[in-house]
């Protein structure tokens, strides 16, 4: 009896230990994995078959590019996000299990792969259109469909004309760039969000007037050669790049324009005259990034987040108004600008930030008394530091020119005054 009980406690760890042996061959070890704050952001692993980590919500850009190993990737129901080039060229990949969770897929993600070239003519990952493959003329989107991928039909030159349901609500970058021969596509106000270069390269773009506008509202491009222009009422969103290397001097935003996209007005070098939203709420990376002649720019009271870069390289930068409404201000979004000042309530998340990054800070345009407040008073102030009763600081100045015209006048006064009263100016 106990010959018996002490062979199949042998053959029991020799199981246990064939399948850790198995285990370690097989599939991957958590060590292959580089995760920050829940972004995958590499896998160093040699293994066929990868089970991504309970604490990856985003799989990173270029995470399992070029892996020549990997067969199979099953992914946790915790992933939303997968990045641009983040299976490119993963030349052994055939399958990808678990998507159900997926709500954004990036550029080129699959590009190269055999799961890829397997996938019908519509592929598509939990009501993603992920890629078009097919060689017809006319393309009908399906009502099941949300979101159209960055690059989901990039250069494609058979197709000619796309429908897309109303139930779309995202179209990709580059989702269509390069169709040399879209001559015709239908977009549905249901858009709320179209990417860089959605229609870079295509007959439909080169027919539109100077404003492109589609979707809800979206200025997708501008096109015309006039260096004021006046947009559309009613503007939304300006997209990304809508402005980019464009040669506008001034520009005015309608108040209804909310965000504005990544790199809109990059490198716009001659902009020297920008009127932002009352109504803008968020303000996406490299959006002036380069915009070498703007001086001055006042950010107002809904802004809640302005994220990387959005105003880096503006070199000539002094002065800038942020309102206590910002809830998020990345860290290098003034990189490169050697003499902006900040003007914010005191002790709010733009003071405060303004102070760790080492940035000259003044309380707000107009609160000329210091009192963190903008009221009648700071209008009477003005008035009294005019008629030279009370002795105007130099950091007075710089908080009575409401106008940023380097001077403070009776001008400055009065748009305190229309501000107060809640008039536009």
Known sequence: MFKKI?????????????????????????????IENGILLSYTGREESVIIPASVYYIGDNAFSDNEKIVSVELNENVRYIGDNAFYNATSLVSV??????????????????????????????????KYKGTNEEVYIPDHINSVAAGAFQGNENIKRVIIHDNVTEIGKSSFEGCLNLQSIDIPKSVLTI???????????????DFVVCGNHILVLYKGNSDVPVLPNGLLQIAPGAFENSKIKKIVLPSTVYIIGKKAFQNCIQLSSVTLS???????????????????????NKAEKISQNAFANCVQLQQIS???????????AFDACPYVKIFTKFNSIPWEWSEKNNIETYHQKGDINCDDKINIKDATYIQKCLAKIIHMTDAMKLLG?????????????????????????
């Open 97 to 130: 299990t678990k998507t159900d969770s997926i709500v954004s897929i990036g550029h080129n993600t699959f590009a190269k792969t055999p799961f890829l070239q397997n996938q019908e003519e519509l592929f598509i990952i939990n009501h993603i259109l992920v």
């Open 401 to 425: 020119d409401v106008d940023f015209d380097g001077q403070v006048t009776i001008k400055d006064v009065t748009l305190l005054q229309k501000h107060l009263a809640n008039f536009e100016v």
């Open 195 to 209: 990417g860089e270069d959605a229609f870079k390269n295509t007959l439909w773009l080169n027919r539109q007037n």
């Open 278 to 300: 009352k109504n803008l709420v968020f303000i996406d990376s490299c959006a002036f990034n380069g915009c070498a002649s703007i001086k001055h720019i006042s950010v107002l």
């Open 322 to 332: 942020l309102p206590s409404s910002l809830k998020s201000i990345a860290d290098n």
């Open 6 to 34: 002490l062979s199949f406690f042998i053959t029991a760890v020799l199981l246990v230990g064939g399948l850790r042996i198995l285990e370690q061959r097989f599939f991957a070890d958590n060590s292959d994995f580089k």
